[in-house]
T-cell receptor, first 113, second 116 residues
Framework: DTEVTQTPKHLVMGMTNKKSLKCEQH?????MYWYKQKAKKPPELMFV???????INESVPSRFSPECPNSSLLNLHLHALQPEDSALYLC????????????FGQGTRLTVV | AQSVAQPEDQVNVAEGNPLTVKCTYS??????LFWYVQYPNRGLQFLLK??????LVKGSYGFEAEFNKSQTSFHLKKPSALVSDSALYFC??????????????FGTGTKLQVIP
C-alpha cells in the first residue's frame, strides 16, 4: 500500500465552525507533514511530525491545530478560519532521512465562507 | 538559505517532441534533489530524485533528469512528450535550514502543456 488517504476531499466551512481534516498512511513512514497550497503555487510547509512528535511548526496561526494520534494517522483541526485560509491542504509522509521522497495524499479542497 | 528556481512558468511542446523543464538550485552541502508532478486537483506525485552517483537519473513515466553540479542545475527531460504529460511540475531540494532541521524547498512550478 503506497497511498496516503485524506478525508474529506472537499470541505466548506463557516468562519465560526470547527472541523477536522484527516490523513492516513500504512507505509510505516515515521515522518508526516501538512502542507497548504494555493492555486498555481508550490506547497507551503505547515507542520512536520517525526515519530508522532511535532518537530516543525512553520509559524502557523493557532487556528490550525495538528494532532498525531498514532504513527499512521495525522489530523488537522480547524477553528475560526478566515476566507484567506481557503486552499488545498495536502498531507504527506516519508521515511526519515535526507534522501527520501514524500508521498502525498490527493488533498482536501477547503473553502471558508 | 536553500532555494530552487524554475525560470519558466509554462513550457509548450508538441506531442512526440522532446521536452525539458528547467531547474536550478542553491543549497549548502550535498544536494538532494527531487521532481514531482501534480495533475489538477490532485496531490504531488514523486517522479525521480538525485542523491549521489550517476548524473543522469531515470524515473517514472519515461522521465529523466540530468544533474549538473557546476551549473547547479537539475533539468527534467523526456525524449518524446505525450499529451497526458500535461501537468504542473515542481523541482525541490532538501537540505538543512538555519534552524537546524531538514526542510524541503519547492520551486514555483512549471506548467507543461503538450500540444496534440
Amino acid at each position: 500500500d503506497t497511498e496516503v488517504t485524506q478525508t474529506p476531499k472537499h470541505l466548506v466551512m463557516g468562519m465560526t465552525n470547527k472541523k477536522s481534516l484527516k490523513c492516513e498512511q500504512h507505509m510505516g513512514h515515521r515522518a508526516m507533514y501538512w502542507y497548504k497550497q494555493k492555486a498555481k503555487k508550490p506547497p507551503e510547509l505547515m507542520f512536520v511530525y517525526s515519530y508522532e512528535k511535532l518537530s516543525i511548526n512553520e509559524s502557523v496561526p493557532s487556528r490550525f491545530s495538528p494532532e498525531c494520534p498514532n504513527s499512521s494517522l495525522l489530523n488537522l483541526h480547524l477553528h475560526a478560519l478566515q476566507p484567506e485560509d481557503s486552499a488545498l491542504y495536502l498531507c504527506a509522509s516519508s521515511q526519515e532521512g535526507m534522501n527520501t521522497e514524500a508521498f502525498f495524499g490527493q488533498g482536501t479542497r477547503l473553502t471558508v465562507v | 538559505a536553500q532555494s530552487v528556481a524554475q525560470p519558466e512558468d509554462q513550457v509548450n511542446v508538441a506531442e512526440g517532441n522532446p521536452l525539458t523543464v528547467k531547474c536550478t538550485y542553491s543549497v549548502s552541502g550535498n544536494p538532494y534533489l527531487f521532481w514531482y508532478v501534480q495533475y489538477p486537483n490532485r496531490g504531488l506525485q514523486f517522479l525521480l530524485k538525485y542523491i549521489t552517483g550517476d548524473n543522469l537519473v531515470k524515473g517514472s513515466y519515461g522521465f529523466e533528469a540530468e544533474f549538473n553540479k557546476s551549473q547547479t542545475s537539475f533539468h527534467l527531460k523526456k525524449p518524446s512528450a505525450l499529451v497526458s504529460d500535461s501537468a504542473l511540475y515542481f523541482c525541490a531540494v532538501r537540505g538543512w535550514n538555519s534552524g537546524g532541521y531538514q526542510k524541503v524547498t519547492f520551486g514555483t512550478g512549471t506548467k507543461l502543456q503538450v500540444i496534440p
